[in-house]
């Protein structure tokens, strides 16, 4: 357990929050070949306390993206982060049996998370009935943010073009997707042959979800250019929102970590307002807590050197 105090940007200056970090909390997971690690962050203090349910990008862990997790967990959330099976601290090969199905066993790692709240409660030391069932959101990076968008309500099609299995969780109240690709139409050559899974519906992703693309994301799993992450918002029905950040490759600034490989595109400020417009879009969502989100936006809209661009439906 490590403690950290991290500036809290809605209270008073110079008024730090603790953050208490413990890693890795393990839950049982029959039929996983290994247990599930996880990271949780959480205000030391306060009750009553939501949910983020944080999905990595490819490769990751548990120990990433702490410029979003610490920021959460300052703001009084508790982000709890699962370590998939693909997460190059495990070493799983690409021969294992197991890499085929990686996109899903990623989307039951996550409702193994809701599944196991109770556990991850008891197992970090004074968190024991501070958590709010009800108000529980999932956000994720890349494919990340595909297997978080999969508890919203998307679903990847079949062969024919048929949606495969509904794995929706409606204790997922709501998601914010960073960096999510879009539609499997256009996929490059390598993508269609390794990435099957990667022809997403976005028709059913119905709970509110925040959406944040990068307009220099442009990827090498599709034939078109940075507008295939905006697909997810165009694609589906809302209530969605959709950031779309000036100059932002797929790291969108820095969110994985600074100063890390996957940060092709380091900006402080980029991370920032990511930082406040997503703990407000939260607020908002979960807590009805509307004057941050609209504050915020608005300062977004009428800055004299906005760093991005925001639209609802």
Do not use: C
């Not at 008024?15 to 839950?27: D, E, K, M, N, Y």
């Not at 699962?82 to 070493?91: A, V």
């Not at 936006?297 to 925001?310: F, H, I, K, N, S």
Request: glycine share 12%; net charge negative; proline share 8%.
């Amino acid at each position: 357990m490590s403690e950290s105090s991290i500036p809290n940007e809605r209270r008073s200056a110079g008024a730090p929050v603790t953050v208490i970090s413990a890693r890795p909390v393990v839950l049982s997971a029959p039929g996983r070949g290994e247990d599930l690690q996880v990271g949780v962050s959480a205000p030391a203090a306060g009750g009553d306390l939501p949910v983020i349910v944080f999905s990595h990008g490819y490769g990751g862990s548990m120990n990433g993206y702490a410029p979003l997790a610490d920021h959460w967990a300052a703001q009084g959330f508790v982000v709890v982060q699962p370590t998939h099976l693909d997460s190059r601290t495990l070493g799983i090969p690409a021969e294992d049996p197991r890499t085929p199905w990686m996109w899903r066993h990623r989307i039951e790692d996550l409702t193994r998370v809701l599944d196991g709240l109770d556990a991850l409660q008891a197992a970090v030391p004074g968190l024991a009935g501070r958590l709010d069932r009800d108000r529980i959101a999932v956000a994720g990076h890349s494919w990340g943010a595909q297997s978080a968008s999969a508890l919203l309500g998307a679903r990847v099609l079949d062969a024919d073009g048929t949606p495969g299995e509904d794995m929706s969780d409606p204790r997922a109240k709501a998601g914010v997707l960073f960096a999510l690709t879009g539609l499997g139409d256009e996929l490059t050559p390598f993508a269609a042959e390794h990435f099957p899974f990667m022809k997403p519906s976005f028709a059913t992703m119905a709970a509110p979800a925040l959406v944040v693309a990068g307009d220099k994301d442009q990827s090498h799993l599709s034939t078109r250019g940075p507008d295939w992450f905006t697909d997810p918002y165009t694609h589906s029905p809302g209530p969605k929102t959709l950031l779309t950040l000036f100059g932002a490759e797929h790291s969108l600034g820095g969110i994985p970590g600074y100063e890390v490989a996957e940060t092709t595109d380091e900006s402080p400020a980029r991370v920032a307002l990511i930082q406040h417009l997503t703990t407000a879009f939260l607020r908002s969502t979960l807590l009805g807590e509307d004057g941050g989100w609209k504050a915020d936006a608005t300062t977004l809209e009428e800055g004299p050197d906005p760093l991005g661009t925001l639209q609802s439906k």
